[in-house]
């Protein structure tokens, strides 16, 4: 959950794909040099070594749900 006017820290993992999907709330995603809008029921695929991260910025909090996927069995962030 992201509060209303808050954002995650940018970051990037090194090899590890990620997955945000949108269950409510309205927000801005920073993905690689590119920023979108996301809502409920949208998902966002992050390649490994991408930069991200994502704000709410609406009155409701943002819920994501976030699943990762490793190659090599661990999870590995570097914040940028």
């Known amino acids: 959950t992201v509060a209303p006017g808050t954002r995650t820290q940018l970051h990037r993992h090194a090899v590890t794909e990620e997955l945000y999907h949108v269950t409510a709330g309205s927000g801005l995603m920073t993905l690689g040099d590119r920023c979108?809008?996301?809502?409920?029921?949208?998902?966002?695929?992050?390649?490994?070594?991408?930069?991200h991260r994502i704000e709410a910025t609406g009155t409701e909090p943002l819920r994501i749900l976030c699943c990762c996927c490793s190659s090599v069995g661990r999870l590995m962030a570097v914040n940028i």
Do not use: C, R, S
């Open 36 to 51: 979108f809008k996301v809502g409920a029921g949208d998902t966002v695929a992050i390649a490994p070594g991408t930069p």
